[in-house]
T-cell receptor
Framework: AQSVTQPDIHITVSEGASLELRCNYS??????LFWYVQSPGQGLQLLLK??????LVQGIKGFEAEFKRSQSSFNLRKPSVHWSDAAEYFC??????????????FGAGTRLAVHP | DAGVTQSPTHLIKTRGQHVTLRCSPI?????VSWYQQVLGQGPQFIFQ???????GRGNFPDRFSARQFPNYSSELNVNALLLGDSALYLC?????????????FGSGTRLTVV
């Protein structure tokens, strides 16, 4: 069955420190992979996406993610975290399902706190 | 350009009542999907609609229904509300039904069932 695992429920980093959020997926075919960010009470904003090609993907707000097929991982990174990055981050896998429809399967999320 | 708009932003309902949530996709987008996000969890897929037809349904009871109109806007209906239906309901639009590249989410409707 398709699934997404985000092993870290909460992460706290100091402002200016580097960040890595982990994501592992299970999907039978070539996956479409996404990272979204959600601020409190808000909807989801797309940070970046991967569907083919270069395995290192650049996104908005200085984020990047690396697709590693052998590890079924799609970890999100940022070299220097800003206080405004505090939010909840969701990894998702998308694809075609039987019946001809598409959907996203989300992980449970990682809540990021940033200390000044 | 307007993004995905959802209404209302918040509402409170009593158990057993019915609720209708609305979504207007990005102009030109033909597909609308609905997701439920319970507090502390990731969003869960409810429905995908394309060209006014249901194309996919998640693991939700028949109390949940939806429809899409000729202008591609959509409604999500939930009957006989339960406390467990309290959640943020998110609408996502995409250009085509199999457009894995371009989901855009609205800000959601926060439903509280008391």
């Amino acid at each position: 069955a398709q699934s997404v695992t985000q092993p870290d429920i909460h992460i706290t980093v100091s402002e200016g420190a580097s960040l890595e959020l982990r994501c592992n997926y299970s999907y039978g075919a070539t996956p479409y992979l996404f990272w979204y960010v959600q601020s409190p009470g808000q909807g989801l904003q797309l940070l970046l996406k991967y569907f083919s090609g270069d395995t290192l993907v650049q996104g908005i707000k200085g984020f990047e993610a690396e697709f590693k097929r052998s590890q079924s991982s799609f970890n999100l990174r940022k070299p220097s975290v800003h206080w405004s990055d505090a939010a909840e981050y969701f990894c998702a896998v998308g694809g075609r399902f039987s019946g001809g429809y598409n959907k996203l399967i989300f992980g449970a999320g990682t809540r990021l706190a940033v200390h000044p | 350009d307007a993004g995905v708009t959802q209404s209302p932003t918040h509402l409170i309902k009593t158990r057993g009542q019915h609720v209708t949530l609305r979504c207007s996709p990005i102009s030109g987008h033909k597909s609308v999907s609905w997701y439920q996000q319970v507090l502390g969890q990731g969003p869960q897929f409810i429905f995908q609609y394309y060209e006014k037809e249901e194309r996919g349904r998640g693991n939700f009871p028949d109390r949940f229904s939806a429809r899409q109109f000729p202008n591609y806007s959509s409604e999500l209906n939930v009957n006989a509300l339960l406390l467990g239906d309290s959640a943020l309901y998110l609408c996502a639009s995409s250009l085509e039904v199999d457009d894995n590249y371009g989901y855009t989410f609205g800000s959601g409707t926060r439903l509280t069932v008391v």
